[in-house]
T-cell receptor
Framework: RKEVEQDPGPFNVPEGATVAFNCTYS??????FFWYRQDCRKEPKLLMS???SGNEDGRFTAQLNRASQYISLLIRDSKLSDSATYLC??????????????FGSGTRLSIRP | DVKVTQSSRYLVKRTGEKVFLECVQD?????MFWYRQDPGLGLRLIYF???????EKGDIPEGYSVSREKKERFSLILESASTNQTSMYLC????????????????FGDGTRLSIL
């Protein structure tokens, strides 16, 4: 089983729809979680951190479910500009190794007019 | 805003050449990273540095070395470039909170598309 898994998609949804996708992780000791977005041929950009109590940033809501070991990203009222690949990142609490910063392989989202 | 600057957006080199990729960050971050990203393989960590002159191997260090002589600058070196090192290279930096190296988000540079002919 991969340490971090995402559905690669593509998710193809109409403008204005609500879309959600998950990211599962295998290490129950994982401590911090993030969502990044990556546009085609560009660098990943931090979208939001994911906090234990869940957090919202405008149309975006991130949640963490420690019991089931997944994080989720919900996008409301989707815009054409939301089309991108969404990467989840899971950081494990190792003190001396960066190799435990794990990127998911991404979920492709395409918003159609 | 965090600014991570990579020296080149596009680079074309020949097999066997020694290639230097430079990365500079302006936020006084302790941690700096080099990744490569290939279709279907996602982001893979090559090397990581958590302080000046300190470095650790990532998942795919073979064929690469790094240098961190100053806090703001992290260089990736391809000792003898090969065609399988054609890729998108991404540099990132992050703040180190206390003794845990990896619990802060990373900020990426624009990337360098490297082609080895």
């Amino acid at each position: 089983r991969k340490e971090v898994e995402q559905d690669p998609g593509p998710f193809n949804v109409p403008e204005g729809a609500t879309v959600a996708f998950n990211c599962t992780y295998s290490n129950s000791a994982s401590q911090s979680f993030f969502w990044y977005r990556q546009d085609c041929r560009k660098e990943p950009k931090l979208l939001m951190s994911v906090y234990s109590s869940g957090n919202e940033d405008g149309r975006f809501t991130a949640q963490l479910n420690r019991a089931s070991q997944y994080i989720s990203l919900l996008i409301r009222d989707s815009k054409l500009s939301d089309s991108a690949t969404y990467l989840c990142v899971v950081n494990n609490p190792y003190y001396s190794s960066a190799s435990k910063i794990i990127f998911g392989s991404g979920t492709r989202l395409s918003i159609r007019p | 805003d965090v600014k991570v600057t990579q020296s080149s957006r596009y680079l074309v080199k020949r097999t066997g050449e020694k290639v230097f990729l430079e990365c500079v960050q302006d936020m006084d971050h302790e941690n700096m990273f080099w990744y490569r990203q290939d279709p279907g393989l996602g982001l893979r960590l090559i090397y990581f540095s958590y302080d000046v002159k300190m470095k650790e191997k990532g998942d795919i260090p073979e064929g690469y070395s790094v240098s961190r002589e100053k806090k703001e600058r992290f260089s990736l070196i391809l000792e003898s470039a090969s065609t399988n090192q054609t890729s998108m290279y991404l540099c990132a930096s992050s703040f180190r909170a206390g003794e845990v190296y990896s619990n802060q988000p990373q900020h990426f540079g624009d990337g360098t598309r490297l082609s080895i002919l």
